[in-house]
């Protein structure tokens, strides 16, 4: 099978805008690095070689100091493990990731309270929150959390929306009628009080909070296909494969959707920019995910309450989300650009 | 060239588009796209019809083809009537019945490969043979002068001749009996067109298709037809063997059609006779002979009463609906 010439010419546009191609490679490589952020930021060792033995602790159960030599049962502390190897010259060497903290541990300091400012020698790149946790690391996980909850809630809003939206322009009449009626109600449903009502009653987690905003959003997409359909709907392709007794289904999954295809894909990055958005602001307000899960809202909200005593909680925040945000958006411009069929325009 | 066997029968079919207006979509009123036409068509023969835009051959022909669902009458194929039909039966009928389309640019699905428009037909129909599917769809690419180095090409790589063979080859994939082709030619150069009717001129002699061809080319439907038929705001003005229609026109509108067909000889000049106005809406088309807001020999009973149809010439196969088709000799 070719890749249709349309696709590569699209493609080949798209590489050709600068800063939209770098911010998706570079976007790439950062989800792919949080995909492994086990191996980034963690307070396990990537490798220990101790007593002639090689241990890989990252995935897996834990290893108790015994094993090493360390007088207790609980999991190893192989930040003291490697202090310990080197002070004694003992036969052997840890590894540690590159910051060797985990995004929940409290990293207490005798005779200092925390929030710690950003140090190299202590290896908190960004600084420490109020309660002791490496900030770098929670950004980490962070983002893994938002962009694979954008995902999710993308793919789930987009078939349904697409289903229901592709089924409104093509069937029409009272079966669009009826629809349209429904999803301008459904719509103006104040979903932040919806949200609001259910995390009091239940702490919500991450699956509860994307059934929720799926159940608000899937109505967004509806429009768009159901304009699209509508107009490819009377072109002469479709009536080609009518006559030829295609199923409904088949002309809309297999002859409409992929001449759309352009619309949806010009959506895409911006709903991911609009996934993580509103749930690093329903975590900012409190009503998304709880503390201590490693989320960019809870740690913009610590980072306002305590602006003047540790900036730099808020900074890397702050500087993380205009970062990504940027970068989609830029991705977002590209694509837009890229599957445009008026060449040349610019979007300024 | 024609047996008497008729393949396709057309009884008074109307189709009436409703026009909704307010909140509530009510209908307000109708528009009469194609208003009570019969006909048949003989087995291996091909039927003509011509027109202006917007007098709804285009519509007509996609009712042929059960791609609309007439408002009255009936369409049967082969003695079967299927345009009342279920879906299942209509699946049945497709194959038999199929439909060349007007523009080439817009009539082949730019996301799909040349080996999957052609494939489709046969996965739609329950064909699993792969390599029967190939055997066939060689043999299909033949036919209409295409190589088999096209299949794993997409449609915009080719010209607009090249895209209407590949439409003719999709359209014959499941082996039709009737093909209808709506305006095939008047999205192509000219050029061209003479390349693609030779096409379809050589198939028919080979495969045995029988054609409507629906077109506004006047010299076209000429060179392609047996029989033509005039169409006017969705009803038939006049009916004939091709010849015949063109060498004595009765209706005044079929007259100026054939009058504005310009003449190959220099320095000759055929009488023209120019239509005033434009073609009334087909939402309130007018009192008593559509025609008479246009007609040069306008008289006071075509503005009241519809004229039927009568026959003319020898062999009763000339039909005109005109109050004084006998009279108006120009």
């Keep these: 099978m070719r890749i249709n010439p349309l696709t590569r010419d699209r493609i080949k546009k798209f590489k050709k805008m600068k800063r939209g191609y770098y911010s998706f490679i570079l976007l790439a490589v950062l989800v792919v690095v949080s995909l492994f952020a086990e191996c980034i930021a963690n307070s396990r060792a990537l490798l220990v070689y101790f007593d002639g033995k090689i241990y890989m602790p990252t995935y897996g159960d834990i290893i108790p100091g015994k094993t090493f030599g360390l007088g207790y049962d609980y999991e190893t502390n192989y930040r003291d493990l490697k202090i310990k190897i080197n002070d004694e010259k003992l036969n052997g060497f840890v590894i540690m990731p590159l910051i060797p903290y985990n995004p929940y541990e409290n990293d207490f300091k005798e005779g200092k309270y925390p929030p710690f400012p950003p140090s190299l020698t202590e290896k908190h790149y960004l600084g420490t929150d109020k309660t002791g946790r490496d900030i770098a690391a929670r950004l980490l996980y962070g983002f893994r959390i938002a962009f694979f909850f954008s995902i999710a809630l993308m793919i789930m809003t987009y078939s349904v929306g697409i289903s229901v939206g592709s089924a409104m322009g093509y069937f029409g009449g009272r079966f669009d009628l009826y629809f349209q009626r429904i999803i301008e109600i459904w719509s103006n449903i104040p979903s932040l009080y919806v949200i609001i009502i259910i995390s009091s009653i239940v702490i919500p987690n991450a699956l509860l909070l994307l059934l929720v905003m799926f159940f608000f959003d899937w109505t967004k997409m509806t429009w768009y296909m159901r304009t699209a359909v509508y107009k490819e709907r009377e072109k002469e392709y479709v009536l080609a494969a009518r006559s030829i007794g295609a199923s409904d289904r088949r002309v809309i999954f297999r002859h409409i959707l992929p001449n759309t295809v352009s619309i949806i894909i010009t959506f895409v990055p911006f709903s991911i920019a609009g996934g993580i958005s509103s749930l690093t602001a329903l975590d900012y307000l409190g009503f998304g995910l709880r503390p201590p899960t490693p989320s960019w809202g809870n740690i913009l909200s610590e980072g306002y309450e305590h602006f003047s005593a540790a900036p730099w909680i808020g900074i890397s925040a702050i500087a993380a989300l205009v970062i990504i945000l940027t970068m989609v958006t830029f991705i977002g411009e590209a694509v837009r650009e890229s599957f445009d069929p008026k060449l040349f325009t610019t979007y300024e | ?330």
């Design chain 2, 1 to 330: 060239m024609s047996t008497s066997e008729t393949i396709l029968n057309v009884k008074n079919i109307k189709l009436h588009f409703p026009i909704r207006k307010g909140i509530l979509r009510r209908i307000r009123n109708y528009v009469y796209a194609v208003d009570g036409i019969s006909f048949s068509v003989k087995s291996g023969e091909t039927l003509g019809i011509v027109g202006e835009s917007g007098c709804g051959k285009t519509t007509l022909g996609r009712t042929i083809i059960g791609l609309y669902r007439p408002t009255a009458g009936t369409v049967e194929f082969n003695g079967t009537d299927f345009s009342s039909g279920r879906k299942d039966s209509l699946k049945k009928i497709r194959k038999d019945l199929q439909m060349i389309f007007q523009d080439p640019y817009e009539s082949l699905n730019a996301r799909h490969s040349v080996r999957y428009i052609l494939e489709e037909p046969f996965h739609i129909h329950g064909e699993t043979d792969r390599e029967k599917i190939k055997e066939r769809i060689s043999l299909l690419l033949d036919h209409v002068g295409l190589s088999e180095k096209s299949l794993d090409k997409f449609p915009h790589e080719f010209s607009g001749g090249q895209r209407q063979r590949i439409g003719i080859a999709r359209a014959l994939t499941l082996n039709p009996k009737l093909l209808v082709c709506d305006e095939p030619v008047s999205a192509l150069d000219v050029s061209i067109q003479s390349q693609i009717l030779n096409l379809l001129m050589d198939l028919q002699r080979d495969l045995a298709l029988t054609y409507v061809f629906i077109s506004h080319d006047l010299t076209v439907v000429r060179h392609i037809s047996d029989r033509v038929i005039v169409m006017y705001l969705g009803r038939v003005v006049e009916s004939a063997d091709a010849d015949e229609i063109y060498r004595n026109p009765v209706h005044p509108y079929t007259k100026s059609l054939i009058s504005s067909i310009p003449v190959p000889v220099p320095g000759k000049q055929r009488e023209r006779i120019v239509l005033e106005g434009n073609v009334p809406s087909p939402v309130s088309p007018p009192r008593g002979c559509h025609f008479h807001p246009r007609c040069p020999y306008v008289k006071d009973i075509c503005r009241t009463e519809y004229p039927s149809c009568r026959s003319y010439g020898d062999n009763g196969n000339h039909i005109a609906a005109c109050h004084f088709g006998d009279s108006l000799k120009i």
